[in-house]
């Protein structure tokens, strides 16, 4: 592995993650924003007024002695994810598929007692998996079915769709599959692939694992060449309308795709990666620059997909 | 939302780094504080014997002592004689020790001690009054000899210096001298002549007493030096070879003073003088000297000792945050915490380095073990902190003792550490292995590792310490340049090589 010039990477248009936070988090998001992405329960709230639709909310785990109840309220679901409401990076989420008698099975295939689940919500509620170990519930939502053309492409976890929107802009967006070396999680530092997405149309660009461009995935050994993503129009305007819901002027939204409810906001990314440059092949910055150029930005959401379609699609 | 200039925030950064630069230099100009430690400075330790016989009278013995001789200045000042009040007093110039005793009998000894610090800007001294010459009246036939000698040196000079030097040149026994000066010189009036004959001349002049200052050197006497009023300041000569100035080792003990010693209710009085060439840290210097000073307030040298070694510790602590923001912002290295390089850097200053580095791990591996079955113990997360925190406890005195016993005493130093945050680390390094796997665990273990050393080396260096705690105001140039990375929008080290593959892209 060698080194890349800085000249290179400048001309290449890359985002840094210095300049990313001192120029645009720092800069486009307010502070008062945040607990309403890092808390993926207000999140869930916030955006269903403005027509955003997430995973169905089962339960919510409040206190330590609410645990023991979990069972029952439990007893009628097969699969469900249980989720930290201030996680970050897909910590803490633990999903499960099925029942095999008493024990739960996870999305390994790995069967886990009711004690394990137990402990768990235990721990997410202590705030071992918030941001500070600030004390957290546990949220438990629907499990996303994952359409088939886009589940195929994926080891065990749901494939999601990440969007970079920039003042309710979608700039750039990337699909990324879970492998078994990201053991099932959608996260780019734990192995998964990430696929560029032409943001005009939702067809595959290009395909990184572990910052490396692969063209087959692993586990899979489908070519990643030839995706498209079905309802990309609709979600573009998902994504832009995020920006009305929370005033944030640089986040990563996460979209799933659901066999029955269709595209499905998971959760919104206040300190978005820069993971998605590699996938797409170029960088973020010019598409940024050119946004903070605009003389007159487009009100509604759906202007703004149409520029952004009109102006980065590839 | 327009972005805001950044003039205002890098003319706000210079001016914060250049007062704290320009505030230390002028410190170092006026308080005289090294910039290196260990810098030695000589200093000389002259001691005033007076010895005197009582003879059960009153005793009233006053000492001319120098105030500020050319070249010198007084460091201190301590005068030792058992059973005789003593102070300082000054007349006119006249600066006087006296020490006195109701009765006295039999032989007595006073000591006065000075110590004098070789300083190049009291050289030049102007006096508050202008001397007048003294009118001398002479009888013949010296009036004569005098009038002639004078006509010849006038001859040959052209100021009061030069007519000096030829005056001294004409009176010294070797040069083929003429009657009219064999008539007049002596051995035992020698200065006095001189002086007379310039003060005659219309010169002011007067007779001052220095001493050579020559390391180890006891019973010393003072020796004689010519000096004259050029109308601006008083010259030294040296009386018998005409030489102008002083040199170095020689410091003028008595100048304007009329006598050296007087006593009154004793005999056989003398004084001599012994010296001794003492060399003490510039720094400490500085620190005796700054209480003098109108910017002592700046220095941390007044508080007391105990308090002064807690803020040479916390004065440390900016350089680790510049480290670590640093090594964080530019190269990109990944911590586990943010600050706790800062700290384990801190534990590393007191244990030393490789002991220190041996306990820390093997603490931290120890505490992971145990860490593993308290994960199994399904305990809820503040318990499982603090249940850690007891373990690193043991740990920590199980492995002093263990140390002790097999001789190392080193295993002693492991109670620097800080528990609480080890017991974190410990938790953090511990979920991390479950959620990221081992690699991750060890990158993350090895970047806190390589910067708190990083943080170390920079703490401990001797000019770090001494810098950071003589001159606190550096510590705006540290946060200036911390605030000035806080700004920076670059690619990281680490983010060219994360980047490489950009490289086909190109």
């Known amino acids: ?314 | 939302m327009t972005p805001r200039s950044r003039i205002p925030f890098y003319v706000a950064i210079f001016l914060l780094i250049s007062a704290g630069i320009s505030l230390a230099t002028w410190r170092h100009i006026q308080l005289g504080i090294p910039w290196i430690s260990g810098q030695q400075e000589p200093v000389w330790m002259v001691e005033a014997r007076i010895d005197f016989e009582g003879t059960g009278d009153p005793v009233m013995a006053s000492l001319n002592v120098p105030e500020s001789p050319p070249g010198f200045r007084v460091l201190s000042e301590q005068a030792a004689s058992p059973g005789y009040g003593f102070s300082i007093v000054e007349d006119n110039g006249d600066r006087r020790a006296e020490w006195s005793k109701r009765e006295v009998n039999g032989p007595q000894t006073l000591y006065f001690k000075v110590q004098f610090v070789a300083d190049e800007a009291v050289l030049r001294q102007t006096s508050r009054r202008k001397p007048k010459p003294e009118p001398i009246f002479w009888e013949e036939p010296e009036a004569t000899a005098v009038e002639e000698i004078l006509e010849q040196a006038r001859t040959r000079s052209s100021t009061p210096e030069s007519l000096t030097r030829e005056l001294i040149k004409l009176l010294q026994p070797d040069s083929n001298r003429a009657q009219n000066t064999t008539l007049l010189v002596s051995e035992t009036n020698y200065m006095g002549l001189l002086t007379r004959m310039l003060n005659h001349a219309g010169i002011p002049a007067r007779t001052a007493d220095g001493l050579y200052l020559e390391d180890a050197r006891r019973r010393q006497n003072l020796r004689p030096f010519l000096q004259i009023y050029d109308g601006e300041s008083w010259l030294t000569f040296n009386p018998r070879t005409a030489e102008q100035g002083l040199p170095d080792n020689v410091v003028l003990w008595r100048q304007a003073a009329v006598s050296l010693l007087d006593i009154v209710g004793g005999d056989d009085s003398e004084v001599s003088f012994s010296m001794l060439r003492q060399t003490i840290p510039a720094l400490q210097l500085a620190q005796a000297e700054s209480s003098q000073n109108g910017l002592s307030f700046l220095s941390l040298y007044q508080l007391p000792i105990e308090e002064q070694g807690m803020f040479r510790m916390l004065l440390l602590l900016p350089l680790g945050a510049l480290i670590v923001a640093f090594m964080r912002i530019v190269v990109g290295i990944r911590t586990s915490g943010t600050f706790m390089p800062i700290l384990i850097a801190v534990a590393f200053v007191q244990t030393t380095l490789v002991p220190g580095l041996i306990a820390f791990v093997s603490v931290v591996s120890i505490g992971l073990l145990m860490r593993g079955y308290l994960s199994s113990l399904n305990l809820l997360l503040v318990s499982r902190i603090s249940a850690l925190i007891i373990l690193v406890i043991f740990i920590t005195a199980g492995l002093s003792i263990a140390g002790y016993h097999m001789g190392f005493n080193t295993g002693m130093t492991v109670t620097f550490f800080p528990m609480v945050i080890i017991a974190w680390t410990i938790e953090r390094m511990s979920i991390l292995w479950e959620e990221e796997g081992v690699h991750e665990v060890f990158v993350q273990g090895a970047g806190s590792l390589f910067v708190a050393v990083c943080a170390f080396l920079a703490m401990s260096a001797p000019v770090a310490s001494h810098l950071t705690f003589n001159f606190p105001e550096l510590h705006l140039v540290v946060l200036g340049l911390i605030l000035l990375m806080g700004q920076y929008t670059g690619y990281k080290l680490s983010e060219l090589r994360r980047f490489n593959p950009m490289k086909v892209y190109d």
């Open chain 1, 1 to 314: 592995m060698g080194w890349i010039s800085p000249f290179k990477l400048n001309r290449l248009g890359m985002l840094n993650m210095n300049r990313r936070n001192v120029d645009y988090i720092s800069r486009y998001n307010n502070r008062a924003s945040y607990p309403l992405v890092d808390n993926k329960l207000r999140t869930k709230l916030v955006v269903e007024e403005y027509d955003v639709p997430t995973p169905k909310l089962l339960q919510v785990v409040r206190q330590q002695h609410e645990i023991s109840r979990f069972k029952t309220r439990a007893d009628g679901l097969n699969c469900f994810a249980v989720k930290p409401a201030k996680g970050s990076g897909g910590k803490g989420i633990t999903v499960i598929t099925g029942r095999e008698g008493d024990h739960f099975l996870k999305a390994s295939g790995a069967a886990v007692p009711l004690s394990y689940l137990e402990r768990h919500l235990s721990n997410i509620l202590a705030g071992l998996y918030s941001l500070g170990g600030s004390p957290d519930v546990a949220i438990v939502e629907d499990l996303v079915e994952s359409i088939p053309g886009l589940a195929r492409y994926s080891f065990q976890g749901v494939p999601d769709i990440r969007i970079v929107v920039f003042q309710g802009y979608p700039v750039m967006a990337m699909l990324r599959l879970a492998t078994k070396a990201s053991d099932g999680k959608a996260n780019l530092h734990q192995g998964a692939i990430g696929v560029g997405l032409n943001i005009a149309n939702g067809h595959g660009l290009n395909a990184v694992q572990f910052n490396r461009p692969v063209t087959h995935h692993p586990d899979m050994g489908l070519a990643l060449e030839n995706i498209v993503i079905e309802d990309w129009d609709k979600m573009l305007a998902m994504a832009a309308r995020c920006y009305e819901a929370t005033g944030l002027g640089y986040m990563g939204v996460d979209l799933v795709v659901d066999a029955k409810h269709g595209p499905l906001l998971l959760e919104l990314n206040a300190r978005p990666g820069l993971a998605i440059q590699m996938a797409n092949g170029c960088g973020l910055l010019p598409r940024l620059q050119s946004i903070e150029a605009l003389r007159r930005p487009h009100f509604t959401p759906d202007e703004r997909v149409k520029f952004v379609k009109d102006a980065f699609g590839a």
